[in-house]
């Protein structure tokens, strides 16, 4: 039995036949109620949504079938459909269906009812799906730290997040909301000037027009006025959201990011220490000023500190790094602002002075000297430093920084190698010697160099007796492409590479050797050798000395050794204590050059030194201007030797007149051209044994005559 059989005939009419047929087969359920809300009609879809057979259901009232519904929206919706003459929906749950149900309620005839209801569930448990993805959408977007917006197509805000609220553009006004249009605001800030704002314009209209798949800019906005000085860094980002051309913008703070690399820049261009720029920003500084300044008067002046090693090796790297701090900030009050003060390492500073030609550099440098007058306090002692200076003016040839630099470089090294506290301007020659300096030191090194020394022996006369009774041992270096290279032109470069020493103690060796030849040869020769200030320094010299002597059979009253004045003058103290030691053991001490040095003739008294070698400038009076006449000269010295109980010498005599006045003056020895030349050992020992054969004497051919 189906439910059109169940039709009531009372409802009559042919049109109610034909709807209800029609109603009938539809897939909603749908039931009549007359004004009782009595089920008139139910459909076989309402039956199933019921559960109840039509038979149960027409005749009663809603409310006697189900109960449970009494109270609930249907009777409200019931009554303003009537009321209304509208039609009504609801949504109801249904306990016992466990579903969601939709009904529409149509008035009908009267207060009859026409009542549809569908099965909404699906469609409810979609939307509030929706709803919460909806809801979640929102979270998550106000959840953003990024300021976020959602734009329409032409611009217009359509959504916004929290953090959007926070946003203020560069004039302080607040970022536009909802409903304002972005692309307007950015077009007018562009209109403004804001290059930052063009940029986004023209980037944001890529994205919407699809040409570019997204869009980021990086941009500064400074805070406005009054509200801080730093300004923050923002990321802007804009891409499309879906296939309709919706864009999201977002700007993203980056001011952390920022600053750090900032500061990470920064870092990599100064040094830690100091915070002065660094070996690349000077390249940078005097690349910069190169440019700048093609007339050629960029300066650079290189310093480095004298004697660093030994504060940093006595006082500890931890006062060193004071030191360097407070030399840093001395130096930068020191120079113009436009100057570049840097540091390249270690105890080496650099400084670029623009619009600075040589002759500036040097009252420059002369300003740096001072930077030194005053002592460096340091763990509670005061310590007198001072520095050397190199001095490099641009030309036309310094096409790159490093050039400029490595000039620079070598004055220093050249002020550095004439003593403390100067300072030296580039030239190309000091270049020369400076690569020809490399070049010795680089095969001086060479453990097969010591094989090219050889020694020539000067002749000392003793004036009273005009015999020979000593030599002088000087070094000469046969080098195989250059020739026979003279001591001014090696021992300095010897000093500074360590091997003036090993160098001393070859030569010591070979002299001990050779005197001991002469004496078998009954030729008695006491024999002087030069040393080196650095040796005297190294504390080694003691030893070198006595073990070159001991075991040789050469009585060490045979053996002198000759030091500068300027090298004793050093370390006074450190000099007495190794001489009165050497003499000890019968080994004799001299002082070279004397009297080219300035020492005061006190200083000298004191010394504990047998003999005065008188320089040849003061024996040929060709000393500085002013001085008395080498007689006056030569007779107070060999009366100050006569009083200190020191027998004098006159170095380098040219003449027979130099000979005589050397004589009269009460000079003990004399040497010199007129004399004799450097010879070799075998030439030396030919001439002595001819003198010897000749008078019985060691004389030699144009010798002086005793008186
Ligand atoms: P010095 O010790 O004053 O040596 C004397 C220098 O004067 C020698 O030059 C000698 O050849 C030169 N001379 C001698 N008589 C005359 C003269 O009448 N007129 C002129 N114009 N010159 C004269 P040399 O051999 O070239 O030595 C130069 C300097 O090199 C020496 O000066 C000495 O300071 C240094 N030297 C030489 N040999 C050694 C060495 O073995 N060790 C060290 N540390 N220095 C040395
Ligand atoms: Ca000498
Ligand atoms: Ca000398």
């Keep these: ?63 006697d079938v189900f109960p449970d519904l009494r109270g609930t929206d249907l009777g409200r919706v019931y009554r303003m459909a009537r009321e209304r003459r509208a039609m009504q929906e609801v949504e109801l749950f249904s306990a016992p269906l466990d579903r969601w149900l939709g009904g529409w309620v149509h008035p009908g005839r009267g207060d009859d009812l026409v009542v549809f209801f569908r099965d909404v569930h699906e469609r409810r448990a979609l939307d509030e799906e929706r709803a919460a993805e909806s809801s979640l959408f929102r979270a998550v977007l106000n959840a953003l730290p990024a300021r976020t917006a959602i734009l329409d197509p032409d611009g217009t805000i359509l959504t916004t997040n929290a953090a959007w609220a926070e946003g203020v553009v560069s004039d302080g006004r607040p970022f536009a909301g909802a409903g304002a249009n972005y692309l307007d605001a950015c077009a007018a800030a562009a209109a403004a000037g804001d290059r930052d704002a063009r940029a986004a314009v023209d980037g944001l209209e890529a994205v919407f027009a699809r040409r570019v798949p997204s869009f980021s800019l990086d941009y500064a906005s400074s805070p406005p006025a009054g509200r801080g000085s730093e300004p923050s860094w923002w990321h802007l980002q804009a ?58 008067r960029v300066t650079v002046l290189y310093m480095d500190v004298d004697g660093f090693k030994q504060v940093n090796d006595s006082l500890g790297h931890s006062s060193g790094d004071l030191l360097l701090r407070e030399l840093a900030s001395r130096l930068a009050h020191r120079t113009r602002p436009t100057d570049v003060v840097g540091r390249l390492g270690g105890d080496e500073f ?20 001072g930077v030194f007058d005053e002592p460096f306090e340091l763990a509670g002692t005061r310590l007198p430093l001072t520095v050397s200076i190199g001095i490099a003016a641009s030309d036309p040839a310094h096409a790159e920084p490093e050039d400029l630099l490595r000039d620079a470089d070598a ?48 002749p000392v006369v003793h004036l009273p007796s005009g015999e020979v009774t000593g030599c002088e041992a000087l070094l000469r270096w046969n080098h195989p492409q250059r020739g026979l290279v003279h001591p001014a032109d090696f021992i300095p470069v010897a000093e500074e590479n360590g091997l003036i020493v090993p160098i001393t103690r070859w030569l010591l060796q070979t002299t001990v050797a050779q005197g001991v030849v002469w004496a078998r040869q009954g030729l008695e020769l006491a024999i002087a050798v030069n040393i080196s200030a650095v040796h005297l320094a190294s504390g080694t010299l003691v030893d070198d000395v006595l073990g070159a002597v001991a075991d040789s059979g050469l009585p060490a009253g045979r053996l002198m050794i000759e030091l500068t004045e300027t090298s004793v003058a050093r370390d006074p103290e450190q000099a007495t204590e190794q001489f009165a030691t050497l003499r000890e053991h019968g080994i004799r001490i001299a002082i070279d050059d004397f009297g080219t040095g300035y020492s005061s003739l006190s200083a000298v008294a004191s ?52 000979v005589e006045l050397a004589r009269r003056v009460g000079c003990t020895y004399a040497q010199g051209f007129h004399l004799s030349p450097p010879l070799a050992a075998d030439e030396l020992t030919a001439l002595l044994e001819e003198g010897l054969r000749r008078t019985g004497k060691q004389l030699l051919p144009r010798g002086p005559e005793p008186t």
């Design 239 to 296: 891409f499309p959201v879906d296939d309709r051309p919706r864009v999201v913008v977002t700007h993203t703070d980056i001011t952390d990011r920022v600053t750090a690399e900032q500061r990470a820049a920064w870092q990599a261009r100064h040094d830690h220490l100091t915070s002065l720029p660094n070996r690349a920003a000077l390249y940078e500084a005097i690349a910069e000023a190169l440019a700048e300044d093609d007339s050629g």
């Design 607 to 658: 010394l504990p030194v047998d003999v005065l070698k008188v320089d040849r400038a003061l024996v040929a009076g060709s000393g500085p201007k002013g001085t008395a006449a080498p007689e006056a000269i030569l007779g107070a010295v060999a009366a100050l030797g006569a009083a200190l109980d020191m027998q004098v010498l006159a170095e380098g005599v040219e003449t027979r007149e130099q």
């Design 350 to 369: 650099v400084v670029v002075a623009h619009d600075c030609d040589a002759v500036g550099g040097e009252a420059l440098a002369r300003r740096f000297h």
């Design 1 to 63: 039995m189906n439910s059109q059989d169940r039709l009531p005939s009372a409802s009559d009419g042919a049109w109610h036949t034909r709807v209800t047929e029609a109603l009938a087969s539809i897939s909603d359920a749908v039931y009549f109620l007359d004004a009782d809300d009595r089920f008139t009609w139910v459909n076989s879809a309402a039956e199933r949504l019921l559960s109840r057979p039509a038979a149960e259901l027409v005749g009663r009232t809603v409310w």
């Design 411 to 458: 004055a220093m090294y050249a002020a550095k190698v004439s003593g403390p506290n100067q300072h030296q301007i580039f030239t190309p020659a000091l270049r020369t010697e400076l690569d020809d300096r490399w070049q010795i030191a680089s095969r001086l090194r060479d453990a097969a160099s010591i094989g090219e020394f050889v020694v020539h022996w000067q």
